[in-house]
């Protein structure tokens, strides 16, 4: 046999050995590097949720040539496409499609009318049509369901007030473009309806393009877009890479923004099952060293043994996390296999390894100082050693950080929190000794007294256990207050939002129409107004788009948009500049101030233009901005107005809006339906992210039962002693309930302090990874974690009591 | 021949802020071929002598030679190297590692020592009588099974001198019996020199040399004839 077979099984058997405590190991280490794992690959994922997403939806679609909203030109005609790019694609497939108002017996519901040729449609969904003639229409099962149609039915449309009856022939499973509140009908016939004219075939609003592998989607954008017959349109990319890294960094952020918290959860967590694992190992060390070996035998051995318990962890972490953001992309609706970097496995099992070596490194230099005889009777006994010194400077170094202000504002959040942590640690280990001296001197003693309170103050894995359940007491209560938010998040903004519809895509607009809508329906006001969907807006080297752009007058926007500022707007400050009115989270993520200047993009025209900011939206909704670019003459030529924003206290405006508008191609929007509509979306993303947290919070409730469970296995042979020298199961119990109450006591106190201090500074943490919210815990969800915590902290003394009532009496006590 | 020689030597304790002697200024040598018996009261130092002459402890004053060389002066590697081959360490609470067999426990000083000829460990195990529970672990044995095993540990590497703490402290008279019976044939048979502490009079008969201890000074030092 080898010295390294001999150390081998050497490892093993002491694995075999301890199979409680080895178990915890690998199961805490699996979560640890699951934990790292996620984080560093939520980037990645998240964009191949977003890239996923995009592909289901267009499937084999590359590029989507539309009519500009702005633009007068809405019908595209695809005839010269197919001569001069023949060569390029595998098809294009121009379709008219319209939102617009259908009615069922009595009621009327707004969709989206695709109208080609079936076989267009079968290419777009990978299902097959059947044969269609005259006025029959295809729908979606999810449509059919909601509104309890079945084939036969019909449906009516509207146009120039004419009603036009379809009846349903087929309904296929929604799939990509086909999804949803959406039909299908005969291009051919439905452009007859609408224009009066036969053999339209090439011609439509929108053409779907496919092109070939060979070729370069933003290449072929290039020369269309410089094509004259073309030029006119608006050309997208259906999978906008830019756009997909720019999601994936605003979804990730709030994760990693709580990850800060984790990664200093995995630390402790680390510490004090390194302090669990290599309990024994001064012990084993004496004995090799009274045989004449050097400390290198037994580093070896227990070296050994890490590598069997990090390999296996890092093996099960892998399908942990191919399984959890699987689950979490199934939550999202993605349909695919979500993959991330395999090589994030290595790095997350590194820093583990990491700092397991520097804790080894750390301890042998200890033992080094110590003889043999020392390592193999006192180390059990080892106490905390509490560091005044270290307390008092962290404490000067939070006032400094709180004074001076030299780094950036997110690093120096992140080192704020860290001290105020440490600050808490340190007043948790003051509060025990005060505890004990208290208990000493004037309660009579107790096997709680004895035993517990004295167990709280010196021993070192009941420190780090309460130091793991301090930082996961907050990470919980983080997580708790970030799914409240979004629950509310979306609600805060509606109670800002006053005006109830908008007509969008105005490319013709005349004064006479904003009285025309105050003449013939029952509104409450009406005020025209310049809109952009989609600009992008340059901040420095930094680039954001921004979904509303609007541009009327700011007393008008208020009475639509009740938004309060930061400051009093002074449009004066922007001189001879347009202004703009920004939210108040942009400024954090960007760093702008007012006076600064940006510039944006408002279309593929029309770019560069220049701002001055004069003032911040104090809003959760951070997707819209305020020029006054309507009265600023040098781009009267440039911005017309293309947008009515309408208050009605009468639900009914809205399809008389949609009757007589619709056909126009304008878009008429609710803005109940629109927010409630990207509340669903950000709720689809959410639903990943609050899944995940799920996850997060699981994995460290397991990790809080484990090192609850630690406390039992360092201190199991003195209670084994305890249960020879008499102690019953009662005495026992109350112990324990009173320990548990104490510990539950101390982290309320302590934990509901740093929650005040964590809440300050974590929203600038956020714009380390570019994302700000306001994020500010609620009574009810400080009330509801803490309930949440009581009831594992029990459940995890519960078992801690049943581990004790099991114990092995004769080997616990046996054992060195 | 003197293989361990101490000359002045003293030992003291460092317990919060209070130095607290154990040994003062003891001259003592040990030859080839001593049984020698430690004895004296609690806390008369026996124990610290023992590791302070073995090496387990460093002295505070005066020096210990072993085999001619100086504890003191020698590299951690030198001391490693005579714990491996030269000498040997039987202790009252036996010191097995628990997760090892009883052959496991006896091949890793051989391991220690790079000595691969294991065909040696049946044989001591046989010497120890031991050798029907080389697959046993050692919370599956009695006390004075698990001190044979230590003393068949001991033995494995041929050392020069063997010290006992205590080796029959935890055990019941018959086993202890066994115990010094086997110490005894060891010094005979393989010409091994063994410096014992002990507590029990009993293992005295066993000894051809006592030391009688007290207050860290050598209150007498006789030879016997046995």
Known sequence: MTPFKFKFRHAFRNIQSKKGSSLIVIFTLTILITLILLSLSMYPVFKQVFYYEAKEVYQSVDVVMSYDENSQVRIINKRNLEINYATEMSYASVFMNIYTL?????????????????????????????????????????????????????????????????????????YGLFAGETVFILKSVFMEDLFGLS?????????????????????????????????????????????????????????????????????????????????????????????????????????????????????????????????????????????????????????CVIFIFFEMIILKRRMQKSSSIAQSTSFRY?????????????????????????????????????????????????????????????????????ISVRQMKDSPFFNHSFKV???????????????????????????????????????????????????????????????????????????????????????????????????????????????????????????????????????????????????????????????????????????????VFIQSENPEVYSDLIHRYSLDMYYVISMDDYIKEYNDYIKNINNMFIFLCSVLVVCFVIVMVNNILLIFYSMKSDYAKMIILGQDGKEFFQMLLKEALLIFSLLFILCLGETFIFIKYFPRIMLVFHYYKSIVPTWSVLASTFAFEALILAGAYGYYFLKIRKLKLIEETKKY | MALLVASNLKKNYQVENRTIPVLHGINLEIHEQDFCGIV??????????????????????????????EWSEMSSFQIQDVRKRQISFIFQFYNLLPNLTVYENIQLPMILAKDFDFSRIEEVLKWVGMDEYKDYFPNQLSG???QRVAIARALINRPQIIFADEPTGNLDQKSGSEVMNLLKKIHLEHNVTVLMVTHNPDNLKYCSRTIKLLDGRIQSDDSVQV
Request: glycine fraction near 6%; proline fraction near 2%; include cysteine.
């Open chain 1, 102 to 174: 259908l009615g069922v017996n009595e009621s009327e519901f707004y969709a989206q009318i695709l109208s080609a040729e079936p076989h267009e449609l079968e290419r777009l969904i990978n299902q097959d049509i059947s044969s269609m003639s005259g006025r029959e229409m295809v729908v979606t099962s999810s449509f059919a369901e909601k509104h309890k149609l079945t084939i036969g039915d019909e449906i009516c449309f509207f146009a120039s007030d004419v009603e036009y009856i379809y009846s349903i022939i087929q309904i296929v499973d929604d």
């Open chain 1, 199 to 351: 053999n339209l075939e090439n011609l439509g609003n929108t053409i779907y393009i496919d092109l070939l592998s060979t070729v370069s989607t933003a290449d072929f954008i290039n020369r269309i877009s410089e094509d004259t017959d073309y030029n006119d349109y608006q050309i997208v990319q259906t999978i906008d890479l830019n756009e997909i890294n720019r999601q994936a960094t605003y979804s990730a952020s709030t994760f990693l923004g709580i990850g800060v918290l984790m990664l200093f959860a995995i630390v402790l967590v680390l510490h004090s099952l390194f302090i669990l694992f290599f309990k024994d190992f001064p012990i084993e060390n004496g004995v090799v060293s009274s045989l004449g070996g050097d400390s290198n035998y037994t580093f070896h051995v227990w070296g050994l043994e890490l590598g069997i318990f990090v390999t296996l962890s890092a093996l099960f972490s892998i399908f942990m996390t191919y399984g959890l953001i699987n689950l979490g992309g199934y939550f999202y609706g993605i349909h695919h296999f979500i993959d991330f970097p395999l090589y994030n496995v290595f790095i997350a099992t590194a820093i």
């Open chain 1, 382 to 450: 080892s106490k905390t050693v509490r560091k005044y010194t270290f307390g008092i400077i962290v404490f000067l170094l939070y006032l400094f950080f709180e004074f001076v202000h030299i780094l950036p504002t997110g690093i120096e959040a992140i080192i704020q929190v860290v001290l105020s942590i440490l600050i808490l640690f340190q007043l948790f280990e003051w509060s025990i000794v005060w505890i004990y001296l208290f208990i000493k001197k004037w309660k009579k003693s107790s096997l709680f007294s004895a």
């Open chain 1, 469 to 643: 359940l301090f930082v996961i007491f907050l990470i919980t209560i983080s997580v708790f207050s970030i799914n409240q938010f979004i629950e509310t998040e979306f609600d805060a903004f509606s109670n800002q939002l006053q005006v109830d519809y908008a007509i969008l895509g105005i490319f013709d607009y005349q004064d006479t129409m904003k009285d025309e809508i105050e003449d013939d329906f029952d509104v409450t006001q009406v005020d025209d107004a310049i809109v952009y969907l989609e600009s992008l807006m340059h901040f420095g080297d930094e680039i954001r788009r921004t979904h509303f752009n609007v541009s009327m007058d700011y007393q008008a926007f208020l009475d639509h948009y009740a938004f309060e500022t930061t400051d009093t707007i002074d449009f004066s400050i922007s001189g001879e500049l347009p202004a703009i009115i920004i939210p108040q989270s942009m400024g954090f993520i960007y760093g702008v101030e007012i006076g600064d200047s940006i510039t944006m993009d408002f279309s593929r025209e029309i770019q560069d233009i220049p701002f001055v900011i004069v003032g911040f939206f104090i809003t959760n909704f951070d997707n819209i901005v305020y020029t006054n670019i309507f009265e600023i003459e040098d781009y009267n030529d440039i911005f017309s107005v293309n947008t």
């Open chain 2, 40 to 69: 004296g009261p609690s806390g008369s130092g026996k124990t610290t002598l023992l590791y302070v002459l073995s090496g387990l402890e460093q002295a505070s004053e005066g020096s210990v030679k072993i085999l001619g060389n």
């Open chain 2, 144 to 146: 004075g099974m698990q």
